[in-house]
């Protein structure tokens, strides 16, 4: 059996408390800990070995979700929280989606909005046991030097395999960082990421992800679309996050559309968000020519389950799937033939 | 052997299996769940590169660690072992060389699994590093350095060649001759269970060990061997198995490591391994390479067939030298084929070692030839199932290879899925992106002869009954999740009348239990069952002697059920079962009876004809429907429709079960499931591993990803099963993958000839086809590969007698007799 | 590191102990409280073969620190049969329709379908299948499983 190194656990009450112990500590010896689905397995592969755990379990006022202007959420909400939430399904449909498609059901009572968002980085060559990555001379990442999905790549090339960060950036969400030092500070949650799969987070490390802050979802739509292997267990190999504010007729006002799994932080499309303003959903030439414009946006490594070129070879087709069910088209025979689920409730 | 009137009690009746309370409570004992007082723990330090020379270990600084109690290394074991006598390739832990990543070198055993692991680090390993084979070509192509030391030549480790009549003269006279190349990955087990053992000195110094195998008797061999120690002062108890599927069916380097550092320590040592460390057991599915050469007439009536394979073997011997006959031994059992000619060759390469997985060896042979088959028919135009159903082998028919075929019930399957697929309204006329396909195989009810050379029977069963009434069964036999324990309780209870839950088991157990060869090769129904049924009748006839004088009613008369024995005339007149065994007890002392099992003689006299030959052979048929999205290649099963010929369900719950496991593990196969290894730059680094070793990036398909299974059992009882019984656990998973792969062609019109069949391969196709290129993807060519002269076999039918006329060797041996 | 005092509910009754601070509930349960009918294949959270009840909810006993179970409730499957050893209808259900083949991933199948259960009697197939969808079954294809549930499903509402 794998087996935890050895830690100290703490569990205080407050994010104010526990930014104080990480402020304390040099950065990756005291460890943040929500459900523990992503710390854990890594520290039984020895990827990370803090001396201190410091548990979120306590810590009461990030466990609610509360209606302000838009919506606020817990860091501390679980997946499984959130897909049960009927706010959520009625007016941010793809962060339904998108939370009902993480990992599996028991990792959705465990796994938090915070942990996911704050997930780290994947690579094949990186989320393997101890010893294993011993016989590569282990990888830029951790203990090593060179990365092995392009060893001239001066930088770590891990995947952001988080799925509520792409649909939270496209719905404009902003994220509360509490710490001892400032008290707290709010960041447009696009901010967080940085395409470095080492530092793929600005959050400092004595910060605390307490909230998520949703805009009002008025006159927004917004849809989810995953692709991986399996129904369910698979963190995702390309995601499309889309949201528009639509008029009469399916007028695109606003749109934003993210990429997931394509590069070391979640990739917005801008500009094929861009290209979809004042044109009707309906035309199908105008979201044949945003999926253009967000496929040039991917670029996958090889680094994750499929190979690279289908990978990218299906965004378009993804990101055409996304733009018809924004639209209002029923996309369920597709939902089921890739993701085994319906996922659809009305807007 | 069984009673012709057919079973009258249990047998045939769906029920609770005799374990289902056990398995449903958490009572029943896997190997980790065995807790003994002052247990230690095990950990293996495993090699980290491919391929290399160990010029020193120094282990000094692990032992000085604190609750460290024992380091061993390769120098402590100096005796190697293997599954095959041939193959004796193995260290328990490697004495001057490592062959793969995850190769064991040293053990620790400490207080704790965690003392243990940080250890590990402690100690240094020197390696020279060679140069490593990652492919079967690439290792028959770099002949030097070797491997291993035995083998044909080079890093050929296996070479087989037959010719059963002459194919040329075939080939030439055939109205149309196909030759395909397919590929097919490898696979493994992926039990849910992790290996585990615990071995504990008994107080007397003798030796036990309690162990997820599936083949405790092939286990209790190797110990004796490799700890020098004589077997009757080992017992090996096979735990129940959390999953086995053939990835348990060795004997493992670990199990050798803590029996030696128990008896070192004079206390118990356990090991539990992780699941990296499962992936490194393998002995999964061989990667296969092979050409089907197939000649026909118009009607499609196979005129001769030659099929040349290409083996991954991995970096030990494992069962491979069997595989290798077994990648073709089986072509010839399901369709007439008069003329065949075989060619084999396994490699060694610097990898997880290959061996028996569900199939062994014969499910890549098997979807080549039913792939090419759809093929034939569509070039033909004949309908896929009304040619398999115009050239299905007769009962009866000893083959061209001389495989002894007795019922066949593969007519029957064709047409119960052809019926319930609604094949003839459906296939062909599906819309763009649904396609139906239609394969069919078969298997083996167990193999001919053990993996080590003797005339003793391959099953034995023992009975116990006293005056309490109470019967206990013992046999060696494994319950790996398939109902082993199941089949032996309804038989006995069957033939004694009384109630499965009235029989105590004793399974599994190497000093309580006579032997059985254990779980593997679909053999313990019909060796078992077999034994179980010769032990059974004897408890009967001695019960019925002694109530026959009591009722005075001739023996003949007397019916054994509910309970009770008593008169078929005068059913009021009898006594009850606890009563019988009093009546017996008191006329006869102490009562026991043993019944055992040993399989009809071949008609395969040939080298290597022993690989093959089974008491008989089960047959499928199956149908798949595929979703596939001609834009991604996307692809999806909804639906599977399966008969499968299994002579006559004892339990048909369990019977059932075993053929939508069946189905489940070939769609992983034919979808998803593949282990494959990566090499980093050579520049850079000489590495050269597993691709992803978790439960995580194995894609084993999950709730969502399971299609409805619509199965049907067809039941012929075959004379030579118990109560008619066939295997039923293999079989059913060779058809299915290629089904798969004639349903993709329905759907788009391309030919995946390879598996696992994934969206990016079919998109490559459909590419292709667009282009006006074939529309196919699979490997391009087969390789030269120098096999030796064939041995040749003349068919039944031109007269031969089951002999090669050119083996001096044999014919040394004949002149002799 | 010294050991941590723990006290906890495990099926229903009051349990103390102290165990080593590295270990997860999954290794408390197995290793010192004797409660093996948990059972571990990955110890990752890849396969779900640990899923116990925690507060009622189905979760993975390798990727729950035993210190985070101070004052919780936990069910395994050795509290699921009745007092007097009668069996839970999903045990009696999944013993006799093929729900469990190997036995291995079946405990903690029986749990999540428990939870299922409690807070849907009357599941769809397609219901079944997401809620087990975090449990890996090598054995059975799943759809002897799927039957079992719904017929322990009908049992339970006939009891009711």
């Given at each position: 059996?794998?087996?935890?190194?050895?830690?100290?656990?703490?569990?205080?009450?407050?994010?104010?408390?526990?930014?104080?112990?990480?402020?304390?500590?040099a950065?990756g010896?005291?460890?943040?800990?929500?459900?523990?689905?992503d710390?854990?397995?890594?520290?039984?592969?020895?990827?990370?070995?803090?001396?201190?755990?410091?548990?979120?379990?306590?810590?009461?006022?990030?466990?609610?979700?509360?209606?302000?202007?838009?919506?606020?959420?817990?860091?501390g909400?679980?997946?499984?929280?959130?897909?049960?939430?009927?706010?959520?399904?009625?007016?941010?449909?793809?962060?339904?989606?998108?939370?009902?498609?993480?990992?599996?059901?028991?990792?959705?009572?465990?796994?938090?909005?915070?942990g996911?968002?704050?997930?780290?980085?994947?690579?094949?060559?990186?989320?393997?046991?101890?010893?294993w990555?011993?016989?590569?001379?282990?990888?830029?990442?951790?203990e090593?030097t060179?990365?092995?999905?392009?060893?001239?790549?001066?930088?770590?090339?891990?995947?952001?395999?988080?799925d509520?960060?792409?649909?939270?950036?496209?719905?404009?969400?902003?994220?509360?960082?509490?710490?001892?030092?400032?008290g707290?500070?709010?960041?447009?949650?696009?901010?967080?990421?940085?395409?470095?799969?080492i530092?793929?987070?600005?959050?400092?490390?004595d910060?605390?992800?307490?909230?998520?802050?949703?805009?009002?979802?008025?006159g927004w739509?917004?849809?989810?679309w995953?692709?991986?292997?399996?129904?369910?267990?698979?963190?995702?190999?390309?995601?499309?996050?889309?949201?528009a504010?639509?008029?009469p007729?399916?007028?695109?006002d606003?749109?934003?559309i993210?990429?997931?799994?394509?590069?070391?932080?979640?990739?917005?499309?801008?500009?094929?968000?861009?290209?979809?303003?004042?044109?009707?959903?309906?035309?199908?030439?105008?979201?044949?020519a945003?999926?253009?414009?967000?496929?040039?946006?991917?670029?996958?490594?090889?680094?994750?389950?499929?190979?690279?070129?289908w990978?990218?070879?299906v965004?378009?087709?993804?990101?055409?799937?996304?733009?018809?069910?924004?639209?209002?088209?029923?996309?369920?025979?597709?939902?089921?033939?890739?993701?085994r689920?319906?996922?659809?409730?009305?807007? | 052997?069984?009673?012709?009137?057919?079973?009258?009690?249990?047998?045939?009746?769906?029920?609770?299996?005799?374990?289902?309370?056990?398995?449903v409570?958490?009572?029943t004992?896997?190997?980790?769940?065995?807790?003994?007082?002052?247990t230690?723990?095990?950990?293996?330090?495993?090699?980290?590169?491919?391929?290399g020379?160990?010029?020193s270990i120094?282990?000094?600084?692990?032992?000085?660690?604190?609750?460290?109690?024992?380091?061993?290394?390769?120098?402590?074991?100096?005796?190697?072992?293997?599954i095959?006598p041939?193959?004796?390739?193995?260290?328990?832990?490697?004495?001057?060389?490592?062959?793969?990543?995850?190769?064991?070198?040293?053990?620790?055993?400490?207080?704790?699994?965690?003392?243990?692991?940080?250890a590990?680090?402690?100690?240094?390993?020197?390696?020279?590093?060679?140069?490593?084979?990652?492919?079967?070509?690439e290792?028959?192509?770099?002949?030097?350095?070797?491997?291993?030391?035995?083998?044909?030549?080079?890093?050929?480790?296996?070479?087989?060649?037959?010719?059963?009549?002459?194919t040329?003269?075939?080939?030439?006279?055939?109205?149309?001759?196909?030759?395909?190349?397919?590929?097919?990955?490898?696979n493994?087990?992926?039990?849910?269970?992790?290996?585990?053992s615990?071995?504990?000195?008994?107080?007397?110094?003798?030796?036990?060990?309690?162990?997820?195998t599936?083949?405790?008797?092939?286990?209790h061999?190797?110990?004796?061997?490799?700890?020098?120690?004589?077997?009757?002062?080992?017992?090996?108890?096979?735990?129940?198995?959390?999953?086995?599927?053939?990835?348990?069916?060795d004997?493992?380097?670990h199990e050798?490591?803590?029996?030696?550092?128990?008896?070192?320590?004079?206390?118990?040592?356990?090991?539990?391994?992780?699941?990296?460390?499962?992936?490194?057991?393998?002995?999964?599915?061989h990667?296969v390479?092979?050409?089907?050469?197939?000649g026909?007439?118009?009607?499609?009536?196979?005129?001769a067939?030659?099929l040349?394979?290409?083996?991954?073997?991995?970096a030990?011997?494992?069962?491979?030298?069997?595989?290798?006959?077994?990648?073709?031994?089986?072509?010839?059992?399901?369709y007439?084929?008069?003329?065949?000619?075989?060619?084999?060759?396994?490699?060694?390469?610097?990898?997880?070692p290959?061996?028996?997985?569900?199939?062994?060896?014969?499910p890549?042979?098997?979807?080549?030839?039913?792939?090419?088959?759809?093929?034939?028919?569509?070039?033909?135009?004949l309908?896929?199932a009304?040619?398999?159903l115009?050239?299905?082998?007769?009962?009866?028919?000893?083959?061209?290879?001389?495989?002894?075929?007795?019922?066949?019930?593969?007519?029957?399957?064709?047409?119960?899925?052809v019926?319930?697929s609604?094949?003839?309204?459906?296939?062909?006329k599906?819309?763009?992106?649904?396609?139906?396909?239609l394969?069919?195989?078969?298997?083996?009810?167990?193999?001919?002869?053990?993996?080590?050379?003797?005339?003793?029977?391959?099953?034995?069963?023992?009975?116990?009954?006293?005056?309490?009434?109470?019967?206990?069964?013992?046999?060696?036999?494994?319950?790996?999740?398939?109902?082993?324990?199941?089949?032996?309780?309804?038989?006995?209870?069957?033939?004694?009348?009384?109630?499965p839950?009235?029989?105590?088991?004793?399974?599994?157990?190497?000093?309580?239990t006579?032997?059985d060869?254990?779980?593997?090769?679909?053999?313990?129904?019909?060796?078992?069952?077999?034994?179980?049924?010769?032990a059974a009748?004897?408890?009967?006839d001695?019960?019925a002697?002694?109530?026959?004088?009591?009722?005075?009613?001739?023996?003949?008369?007397?019916?054994?059920?509910?309970?009770?024995?008593?008169?078929a005339?005068?059913?009021?007149?009898?006594?009850?079962?606890?009563?019988?065994?009093?009546?017996?007890?008191?006329e006869?002392?102490?009562?026991g009876?043993?019944?055992?099992?040993?399989?009809?003689?071949?008609?395969a006299?040939?080298?290597?004809?022993?690989?093959?030959?089974?008491?008989?052979?089960?047959?499928?048929?199956?149908?798949?429907?595929?979703?596939v999205d001609?834009?991604?290649?996307?692809?999806?099963?909804?639906?599977?429709?399966?008969?499968?010929?299994?002579?006559?369900?004892?339990n048909?719950?369990?019977?059932?079960?075993?053929?939508?496991?069946?189905?489940?593990?070939?769609?992983?196969?034919?979808?998803?499931?593949?282990?494959?290894?990566r090499?980093?730059?050579?520049?850079?680094?000489?590495?050269?591993?597993?691709?992803?070793?978790?439960?995580?990036?194995?894609?084993?398909?999950?709730?969502?990803?399971?299609?409805?299974?619509?199965?049907?059992?067809?039941?012929?009882?075959d004379p030579?099963g118990?109560f008619?019984?066939?295997?039923?656990?293999?079989?059913?998973?060779?058809?299915?993958?290629?089904?798969?792969?004639?349903?993709?062609?329905d759907?788009?019109g391309?030919?995946?000839?390879?598996?696992?069949?994934?969206?990016?391969?079919?998109?490559?196709?459909l590419?292709?086809?667009?282009?006006?290129k074939?529309?196919?993807?699979?490997?391009?060519?087969?390789p030269?590969?120098?096999?030796?002269?064939?041995?040749?076999?003349?068919?039944?039918?031109?007269?031969?007698?089951?002999?090669?006329?050119?083996?001096?060797?044999?014919?040394?041996?004949?002149?002799?007799e | 590191m010294?050991?941590?005092?723990?006290?906890?509910?495990?099926?229903?009754e009051?349990?103390?102990?102290?165990?080593?601070?590295?270990?997860t509930?999954?290794?408390?349960?197995?290793?010192?409280?004797?409660?093996t009918?948990?059972?571990?294949?990955?110890?990752?959270?890849e396969?779900?073969?640990c899923?116990?009840?925690?507060?009622?909810?189905?979760?993975?006993?390798c990727?729950?620190?035993?210190?985070?179970?101070?004052?919780r409730?936990v069910?395994?499957?050795?509290?699921?049969a009745?007092?007097?050893?009668?069996?839970?209808?999903?045990?009696?259900?999944?013993?006799?329709?093929?729900?469990?083949?190997?036995?291995?991933c079946?405990?903690?199948?029986?749990?999540?379908?428990?939870?299922?259960?409690?807070?849907?009697?009357?599941?769809?197939?397609?219901?079944?299948?997401?809620?087990?969808?975090?449990?890996?079954?090598?054995?059975?294809?799943?759809?002897?499983?799927?039957?079992?549930v719904?017929?322990?499903?009908?049992?339970?509402?006939?009891?009711?």
């Amino acid at each position: 059996m794998m087996r935890l190194p050895l830690f100290r656990y703490m569990a205080p009450r407050t994010a104010a408390e526990v930014s104080a112990i990480l402020a304390d500590h040099a950065p990756g010896e005291a460890l943040v800990m929500a459900g523990g689905t992503d710390l854990l397995p890594n520290m039984k592969r020895r990827q990370q070995t803090p001396a201190i755990v410091v548990s979120l379990t306590h810590v009461a006022d990030i466990r609610k979700a509360s209606n302000g202007n838009g919506m606020v959420l817990g860091a501390g909400l679980t997946l499984a929280e959130l897909t049960r939430d009927p706010r959520i399904r009625m007016h941010y449909r793809g962060l339904h989606q998108a939370a009902a498609q993480i990992a599996n059901p028991l990792l959705r009572n465990m796994g938090t909005l915070g942990g996911n968002l704050c997930l780290d980085t994947r690579c094949n060559y990186y989320d393997q046991n101890y010893e294993w990555r011993q016989a590569i001379g282990f990888c830029m990442k951790k203990e090593g030097t060179t990365c092995w999905v392009a060893p001239s790549s001066d930088r770590c090339l891990a995947v952001s395999s988080t799925d509520a960060a792409p649909m939270l950036i496209a719905l404009g969400a902003k994220v509360m960082l509490v710490s001892r030092k400032d008290g707290g500070r709010i960041v447009p949650l696009t901010d967080l990421y940085v395409n470095d799969g080492i530092g793929y987070l600005t959050r400092r490390h004595d910060e605390v992800l307490t909230h998520v802050l949703l805009p009002p979802a008025a006159g927004w739509t917004s849809v989810y679309w995953k692709l991986r292997r399996r129904g369910s267990f698979d963190f995702p190999v390309l995601s499309v996050a889309a949201a528009a504010k639509l008029g009469p007729g399916a007028m695109v006002d606003a749109a934003r559309i993210v990429l997931g799994a394509v590069a070391s932080r979640p990739m917005e499309a801008s500009d094929a968000a861009a290209s979809l303003v004042g044109k009707t959903l309906h035309d199908d030439a105008a979201i044949a020519a945003a999926a253009d414009a967000a496929y040039a946006h991917a670029k996958p490594m090889d680094n994750t389950d499929f190979v690279l070129h289908w990978r990218k070879r299906v965004v378009r087709e993804f990101v055409t799937y996304a733009l018809r069910e924004l639209r209002g088209e029923d996309m369920r025979e597709t939902r089921r033939k890739y993701g085994r689920q319906d996922l659809v409730w009305v807007s | 052997m069984s009673d012709p009137a057919g079973p009258r009690n249990t047998v045939g009746r769906a029920r609770r299996r005799v374990d289902g309370r056990a398995k449903v409570t958490g009572a029943t004992r896997f190997a980790d769940d065995v807790v003994l007082p002052r247990t230690v723990h095990c950990k293996l330090l495993r090699s980290s590169v491919p391929h290399g020379t160990i010029r020193s270990i120094d282990v000094s600084k692990a032992e000085a660690h604190p609750g460290v109690l024992l380091v061993l290394t390769g120098k402590d074991f100096p005796i190697p072992f293997g599954i095959l006598p041939v193959s004796q390739d193995e260290d328990p832990l490697c004495r001057d060389r490592v062959r793969f990543v995850g190769d064991p070198v040293a053990a620790i055993v400490a207080r704790d699994e965690a003392t243990a692991f940080d250890a590990l680090d402690l100690i240094d390993v020197d390696y020279e590093i060679l140069p490593t084979r990652a492919t079967p070509l690439e290792a028959y192509e770099n002949p030097s350095p070797r491997i291993h030391e035995y083998g044909e030549e080079g890093n050929v480790h296996k070479r087989v060649s037959f010719r059963f009549g002459d194919t040329d003269e075939a080939f030439a006279a055939s109205d149309h001759v196909f030759e395909d190349v397919f590929f097919f990955q490898g696979n493994t087990h992926l039990p849910i269970e992790q290996h585990a053992s615990i071995a504990a000195p008994d107080p007397d110094g003798k030796l036990t060990i309690w162990s997820s195998t599936q083949v405790p008797h092939y286990l209790h061999r190797a110990l004796a061997r490799a700890l020098d120690m004589p077997a009757a002062h080992i017992r090996v108890v096979a735990c129940p198995n959390g999953g086995g599927f053939g990835g348990k069916t060795d004997p493992f380097n670990h199990e050798i490591v803590v029996a030696k550092a128990a008896m070192i320590l004079g206390r118990p040592v356990k090991i539990a391994l992780n699941r990296e460390e499962v992936f490194y057991c393998h002995r999964g599915r061989h990667p296969v390479l092979m050409k089907f050469k197939t000649g026909v007439r118009s009607d499609g009536t196979i005129t001769a067939m030659h099929l040349k394979t290409f083996i991954d073997g991995g970096a030990y011997g494992s069962y491979g030298v069997a595989s290798t006959f077994y990648t073709g031994a089986l072509q010839t059992v399901t369709y007439r084929i008069p003329r065949y000619r075989f060619e084999a060759c396994r490699m060694f390469t610097n990898k997880p070692p290959c061996g028996p997985k569900r199939g062994h060896g014969t499910p890549q042979p098997r979807f080549g030839q039913e792939v090419q088959l759809d093929k034939i028919a569509e070039a033909l135009s004949l309908d896929p199932a009304d040619l398999r159903l115009s050239i299905v082998e007769r009962p009866g028919t000893v083959t061209a290879n001389y495989m002894h075929v007795q019922t066949i019930g593969l007519a029957d399957c064709i047409a119960s899925v052809v019926r319930r697929s609604d094949w003839k309204t459906r296939f062909r006329k599906l819309p763009h992106g649904r396609g139906l396909g239609l394969a069919c195989s078969s298997y083996l009810s167990g193999a001919g002869l053990p993996i080590y050379w003797n005339k003793l029977p391959h099953s034995g069963v023992q009975l116990k009954l006293d005056r309490s009434g109470g019967v206990t069964a013992f046999c060696g036999a494994t319950e790996v999740g398939q109902g082993s324990d199941d089949v032996l309780v309804n038989i006995v209870a069957e033939i004694l009348g009384i109630d499965p839950l009235d029989v105590r088991y004793v399974t599994g157990d190497t000093d309580l239990t006579p032997v059985d060869l254990g779980s593997y090769s679909s053999r313990v129904t019909l060796m078992m069952g077999n034994a179980a049924i010769q032990a059974a009748e004897r408890a009967r006839d001695l019960l019925a002697g002694a109530v026959s004088k009591k009722l005075e009613v001739p023996a003949s008369r007397l019916v054994f059920s509910e309970r009770r024995v008593f008169d078929a005339e005068d059913p009021g007149r009898g006594v009850t079962f606890q009563e019988a065994v009093v009546l017996a007890e008191t006329e006869l002392g102490t009562l026991g009876t043993t019944g055992s099992y040993t399989p009809p003689r071949s008609p395969a006299r040939y080298k290597g004809g022993g690989v093959g030959p089974s008491p008989t052979y089960s047959y499928t048929a199956c149908v798949v429907e595929v979703d596939v999205d001609p834009v991604t290649g996307w692809i999806r099963v909804p639906k599977v429709w399966i008969a499968h010929d299994i002579g006559r369900a004892l339990n048909p719950v369990l019977a059932r079960g075993q053929v939508e496991g069946s189905v489940y593990m070939g769609l992983g196969e034919a979808l998803m499931e593949e282990q494959t290894f990566r090499r980093l730059p050579p520049r850079l680094s000489p590495a050269l591993v597993h691709k992803f070793p978790s439960m995580l990036e194995y894609k084993s398909p999950t709730s969502l990803d399971m299609p409805e299974v619509d199965t049907e059992l067809i039941e012929h009882p075959d004379p030579r099963g118990p109560f008619g019984a066939k295997e039923v656990g293999q079989g059913p998973l060779l058809p299915v993958m290629p089904a798969v792969a004639n349903a993709v062609y329905d759907a788009v019109g391309v030919r995946i000839d390879e598996v696992p069949i994934t969206p990016e391969k079919i998109l490559r196709a459909l590419d292709d086809l667009a282009k006006g290129k074939p529309g196919r993807y699979g490997p391009e060519s087969f390789p030269e590969i120098r096999y030796p002269e064939p041995m040749l076999v003349p068919t039944p039918w031109e007269g031969g007698d089951g002999n090669a006329v050119n083996d001096p060797e044999r014919q040394r041996a004949a002149k002799m007799e | 590191m010294p050991l941590l005092q723990l006290s906890l509910e495990i099926n229903g009754e009051p349990v103390e102990t102290a165990v080593a601070p590295y270990k997860t509930l999954l290794e408390v349960l197995r290793e010192d409280l004797g409660l093996t009918g948990t059972k571990h294949g990955c110890e990752l959270g890849e396969c779900g073969a640990c899923a116990v009840l925690v507060d009622g909810q189905p979760v993975l006993s390798c990727l729950v620190v035993a210190a985070a179970c101070e004052g919780r409730r936990v069910e395994t499957v050795e509290g699921m049969a009745g007092r007097d050893g009668a069996l839970h209808p999903l045990q009696a259900a999944f013993a006799d329709l093929g729900g469990a083949q190997c036995g291995y991933c079946t405990p903690a199948i029986l749990l999540t379908a428990r939870k299922l259960l409690e807070t849907n009697p009357e599941p769809t197939r397609d219901e079944i299948a997401d809620a087990l969808s975090g449990n890996l079954c090598r054995c059975t294809g799943y759809n002897q499983i799927f039957e079992a549930v719904e017929e322990a499903a009908a049992r339970l509402r006939a009891s009711r």
